[in-house]
């Protein structure tokens, strides 16, 4: 299984990037998918989840409104659109996998099993 993750780079504040995530080794279309980031000195935290369908998302308090999460099943890719970023969205964002089936999405990181190696964002103010 490979997630890899790219799409990251430095920003000013209130521009936007499109993170990708490309999948590899699992049946990609059954899976539910995840965006995780992890800022300097500071916990792993959720960000946006997705559907096997892409029917249902759902987004952290902290970035509703200003990212917007999508999936290709065709190609097995994962976006994540972020717009109107904010110097507090710099960290380290991560896409990654359960290893099990999901009707919808899980929203606790111990529910995923395969992990991106992650690609930086910086948003400079």
């Known amino acids: 299984v490979q997630l890899q993750a790219s799409g990251g780079g430095l920003v000013q504040a209130g521009g936007s990037l499109r993170l990708s995530c490309a999948a590899s080794?699992?049946?990609?279309?059954?899976?539910?998918i995840g965006w995780f980031r992890q800022a300097p000195g500071k916990e792993r935290e959720g960000v946006s989840y997705i559907s096997d369908s892409g029917g249902s998302t759902a987004y952290a308090d902290s970035v509703k409104g200003r990212f917007t999460i999508s999936r290709d099943n065709a190609k097995n890719m994962v976006y994540l659109q972020m717009n109107s970023l904010k110097p507090e969205d710099t960290a380290v964002y991560y896409c990654?996998?359960?290893?099990?089936?999901?009707?919808?999405?899980?929203?606790?990181?111990?529910?995923?099993?395969?992990w991106g190696q992650g690609t930086l964002v910086t948003v400079s103010s």
């Open positions: 990654a996998a359960p290893s099990r089936y999901y009707s919808d999405y899980p929203q606790e990181m111990w529910e995923y099993d395969y």
């Open positions: 080794g699992f049946t990609f279309r059954y899976s539910s």
